[in-house]
């Protein structure tokens, strides 16, 4: 079994910076890529960033140049900055992380979810 325990979402103010945090612990072994998703009221979850453990970045079209991703593979943590919020931003934010298991089969555990809002 793996739990991921994810920390840091809230309110903020248009503009703002955040960082949400998602620690993973328990049964962990070949790990693919660990991954940020989010979901707004009424809309379906969707892709924001990842990470390899090699340190390859990938970052949502929607997010770039204001959301960074980044991990400590020590800790098995991953973080999400966010800067320059935008009220369309306000969503639970998912941690994900996708193994692979001795006989190559694929293993994704998720998060809780973190609200994160921004508004005025």
């Known amino acids: 079994q793996v739990q991921l325990v994810e920390s840091g979402g809230g309110l903020v103010l248009p503009g703002g910076s955040l960082r949400l945090s998602c620690a993973a612990s328990g049964s962990i072994f070949n790990i693919d890529h660990m991954a940020w998703y989010r979901q707004a009221p009424g809309k379906q979850r969707e892709y924001v960033a990842a990470?390899?453990?090699?340190?390859?970045?990938n970052v949502a079209d929607s997010v770039k140049g204001r959301f960074a991703i980044s991990t400590d593979n020590a800790k098995n943590t991953v973080w999400l900055q966010m800067n320059s919020l935008k009220p369309e931003d306000t969503a639970v934010y998912y941690c994900?992380?996708?193994?692979?298991?001795?006989?190559?089969?694929?293993?994704?555990?998720w998060g809780q979810g973190n609200q994160v809002t921004v508004s005025s």
């Open positions: 994900k992380i996708l193994m692979y298991d001795p006989n190559n089969i694929p293993d994704d555990n």
């Open positions: 990470i390899s453990p090699a340190g390859t970045t």
